[in-house]
């Protein structure tokens, strides 16, 4: 027999129990004994059986679907999304779930996606996440909603990456080797997400007692030229930045470069942390410190969120129940820092 061609019921034969049995172990339901359900996986393993997606929709009220929603623009095209989808898939996949990743502009087209695809959850990835529509839509359907991260804004905690804090992480990692003087170039991406991180650096310089938010820092996309220019512009004069803060993969390479046309030594002379981790970077010559957001762990643990919640037993913990975003797991960072060779104590004099 094709494996093909083995049902359900040729399941049950082999293990011994009924077909609703097998039914229930494939739908991870709590009321099976533990020996039923190990002769089924045992059955199910020896003849290769693979349960029908749409079968297993029409036992239950789940549709073993996660649905990732990326904006459409440039915003969606700067996430990780290759990283992002190994995670989730590896996630998703352990548990039974399948995963699918949708293009949205707005309500409309997420309420289309929602119609065609009924999705047990929606994991809203950034910047959706901060729309709080695409929320209220997803409560009224009784979906559950999940995000990467969360973040507290005039004393209310909300859906988002904490930018801020991030900043504000970077930043106290050079405060730590004695940096006063540290410059922050944003990248050519998020405006909105890159003057987030710059509020948490020059809230961190701030309570440091250092002055150096007020006159080196660039609140303006830059690429690759416009970061040379503006690192020309600070590490050439006496006073100068001790260290740099580089928004993306670009940036920190551009500055890297600038510091070797006017012959200062990293780090010796002057630290580099990137807040973005790339290959790129790891190959440099030195290679560049790091601080990133693994958003990979993070949508992985979005999806597996969504997962226990539909698989929760008992008619009050299905999605619908959940009020709002499904809070981020307290054991995945925020951040990564990756320690290269790029960051020194600060030198005594500049």
């Keep these: 027999m094709g494996r093909g061609n083995i049902t359900i019921e040729d399941v049950a034969r082999e293990a011994g129990v009924s077909?609703?049995?097998v039914s229930r172990v494939i739908n991870r339901s709590p009321s099976v004994s533990a020996?039923?359900?190990s002769r089924v996986e045992q059955a199910i393993e020896a003849l290769g059986y693979v349960p029908n997606a749409a079968a297993r929709r029409m036992g239950g009220a789940r549709s073993?679907?996660?649905?990732a929603a990326i904006e459409r623009g440039p915003a969606g095209a700067a996430l990780p999304l290759d990283r992002m989808l190994l995670d989730g898939l590896l996630c998703c996949s352990a548990q039974g779930y399948h995963?699918?990743?949708?293009?949205?502009?707005?309500?409309?087209d997420l309420a289309a996606a929602l119609t065609s695809l009924t999705p047990d959850g929606v994991v809203l990835l950034p910047p959706l996440d901060e729309r709080p529509g695409l929320h209220e839509m997803l409560a009224k359907r009784s979906i559950a909603v999940a995000c990467l991260g969360e973040r507290r804004e005039y004393g209310r905690v909300l859906p988002g990456l904490d930018e801020a804090g991030f900043g504000e992480a970077a930043t106290a990692r050079l405060l730590e080797k004695g940096h006063r003087q540290v410059g922050f170039i944003g990248g050519d991406g998020d405006l909105a997400r890159a003057r987030r991180r710059i509020e948490g650096y020059r809230r961190a310089l701030a309570e440091a007692g250092s002055r150096a938010h007020r006159h080196f820092v660039s609140d303006e996309p830059r690429d690759l030229a416009g970061a040379m220019d503006l690192a020309r512009s600070w590490l050439a004069p006496t006073i100068r930045p001790t260290a740099i803060i580089a928004g993306t993969e670009a940036v920190a390479l551009g500055v890297l470069q600038v510091?070797?046309?006017l012959g200062l030594v990293v780090p010796r002379d002057l630290s580099l942390l990137a807040l973005e981790d790339t290959p790129g970077l790891a190959r440099s010559h030195p290679p560049i410190s790091s601080?990133?957001?693994p958003l990979g762990a993070l949508f992985a643990g979005a999806c597996s969120r969504l997962i226990e919640v539909g698989?929760?037993?008992?008619?009050?913990?299905a999605a619908g129940a959940v009020a709002g975003p499904l809070t981020p797991a307290a054991s995945i960072e925020p951040h990564v820092f990756a320690d290269r060779a790029t960051i020194a104590r600060a030198p005594r004099a500049v």
């Design 35 to 37: 020996s039923a359900r």
């Design 259 to 261: 510091a070797r046309e």
């Design 64 to 67: 073993y679907l996660v649905l």
């Design 99 to 108: 995963l699918m990743f949708e293009q949205v502009s707005g309500e409309r």
């Design 291 to 293: 601080l990133h957001q």
């Design 311 to 317: 698989s929760a037993p008992g008619p009050d913990t």
């Design 19 to 21: 077909r609703q049995t």
